[in-house]
């Protein structure tokens, strides 16, 4: 095989994690080869639609928080690197009645980890934040060193660096087939075969897929993400809030400041229509994904227009207890496994690179991943 298609490893999928593993190989010097089906930053698969929220609290599993502190320093280190503003410090409110996770989880969690995270008083928080409708009995807590990533700049800068420092991209290049051997692993794609001493694959949607033999318990779900029509007069009000989630018997729904003047971007965390076969992504809303959101907003948000002007579909590859998948393949110790995010990953995605590239080169991670192994109970078949 030709010296130019042998490397020490190769990462599949170039989306949010993909690429932040491809900047971290070469950043140690690693020969590595990116591959991805579609063009860079596409919106074919989950890490699109201008933005995603980042926040230090996490109260979905307190083990996240170590992970989320490393992002941050190396979100920080990216865009010292490339001059770029990535992430933005909106801050951030979590509104929910204290039966409900979000922010009596927020709160255990900062505790635990001595974060700065403020309880807001209900009256204060209808004063502070007037652009939003408040329920009684609800409480809220208020995080300021949380905000949004750009997401698409994000991935961008992550393959500029990578390329930059080395590294191969190829794109519009989609895998047919893995043959992983003792110290090596085949790749075969429709342009030719490559060998890598490891492999990450970090396909998103189609992980499940690419690790048939696995028969991962992943379901795929679409997610539609709208953009709503704010008012003139309420914009600056929108356009000063933080970001925000609010949890309540109808779901758990989160959105952004107004960052365009003209729109307040808004999605259902909950909820998400299965699919069968990524390849077949539609991006038409259907009423079982819009009527939710259109409540959400006349039930929460002042001075929004019902309908959306814009749609944007993106998929969750969820596992049963939504949380990741970072760990080496149960047979083929070569083979890294990164998956399962669940909707909630993007903002771990540099620490997430640093893991798999740690895994793949060195068989080891000094970053608590424990309780993101592939042989947890939940996914026990």
Request: glycine share 10%.
């Given at each position: 095989?030709?010296?130019?298609?042998?490397?020490?490893?190769?990462?599949?999928?170039?989306?949010?994690?993909?690429?932040?593993?491809?900047?971290?190989?070469?950043?140690?010097?690693?020969r590595v080869l990116?591959?991805?089906?579609?063009?860079?930053?596409?919106?074919?698969?989950?890490?699109?639609?201008?933005?995603?929220?980042?926040?230090?609290?996490?109260?979905?599993?307190?083990?996240y928080v170590p992970l989320?502190?490393?992002?941050?320093?190396?979100?920080?280190?990216?865009?010292?690197?490339?001059?770029?503003t990535l992430y933005v410090q909106s801050g951030l409110f979590l509104a929910a009645r204290p039966e409900f996770e979000a922010v009596?989880?927020?709160?255990?969690?900062?505790?635990?980890?001595?974060l700065d995270i403020e309880e807001v008083p209900l009256q204060t928080a209808r004063s502070r934040f007037p652009a939003f409708q408040f329920h009684d009995e609800e409480i809220v807590a208020y995080e300021r060193d949380a905000g949004y990533l750009r997401v698409e700049d994000c991935i961008r800068a992550h393959l500029g660096q990578a390329q930059a420092g080395g590294a191969l991209a190829h794109f519009h290049e989609p895998v047919r087939s893995i043959e992983p051997h003792d110290s090596s692993v085949t790749v075969r794609t429709e342009r030719g075969e490559y060998t890598a001493t490891s492999l990450i694959v970090a396909g998103g949607a189609w992980s499940g897929?690419?690790?048939?033999?696995?028969?991962?318990?992943?379901?795929?779900?679409?997610?539609?993400?709208?953009?709503?029509?704010?008012?003139?007069?309420?914009?600056?009000?929108?356009?000063?809030?933080?970001?925000?989630?609010?949890?309540?018997?109808?779901?758990?729904?989160?959105?952004?400041?107004?960052?365009?003047?003209?729109?307040?971007?808004?999605?259902?965390?909950?909820?998400?229509?299965?699919?069968?076969?990524?390849?077949?992504?539609?991006g038409n809303p259907v009423a079982a994904e819009v009527d939710p959101v259109r409540a959400f907003v006349q039930r929460r948000l002042r001075s929004v227009a019902l309908s959306a002007d814009k749609y944007a579909a993106c998929m969750y590859t969820v596992t049963p207890d939504h949380h990741f998948i970072v760990d080496r393949h149960p047979v083929h110790q070569n083979v890294i496994i990164g998956s399962g995010f669940s909707g909630h990953g993007f903002k771990f995605t540099p620490a997430i690179g640093q893991t798999l590239a740690e895994l793949a080169l060195d068989r080891k991670t000094a970053l608590p991943i424990e309780f993101l192994s592939l042989h947890r109970p939940a996914l026990a078949h």
């Open positions: 095989m030709p010296r130019s298609r042998i490397f020490d490893c190769i990462v599949i999928g170039l989306g949010g994690f993909g690429s932040a593993a491809l900047l971290q190989l070469a950043q140690r010097g690693a990116g591959l991805e089906q579609f063009g860079p930053a596409h919106d074919r698969g989950s890490s699109h639609g201008e933005t995603r929220v980042i926040r230090r609290a996490y109260f979905e599993h307190p083990d989320l502190n490393r992002a941050y320093d190396l979100w920080h280190e990216l865009e010292q690197h490339t001059s770029r009596s989880g927020t709160l255990a969690v900062a505790q635990t980890h001595g897929r690419l690790l048939a033999e696995l028969n991962l318990p992943l379901q795929v779900l679409r997610k539609l993400l709208f953009w709503h029509p704010v008012s003139a007069e309420a914009a600056p009000a929108h356009q000063q809030s933080p970001c925000f989630l609010f949890q309540d018997a109808q779901g758990v729904f989160y959105g952004f400041p107004c960052i365009d003047g003209r729109t307040v971007k808004l999605a259902e965390h909950s909820g998400g229509l299965p699919i069968d076969d990524p390849d077949q992504l539609d």
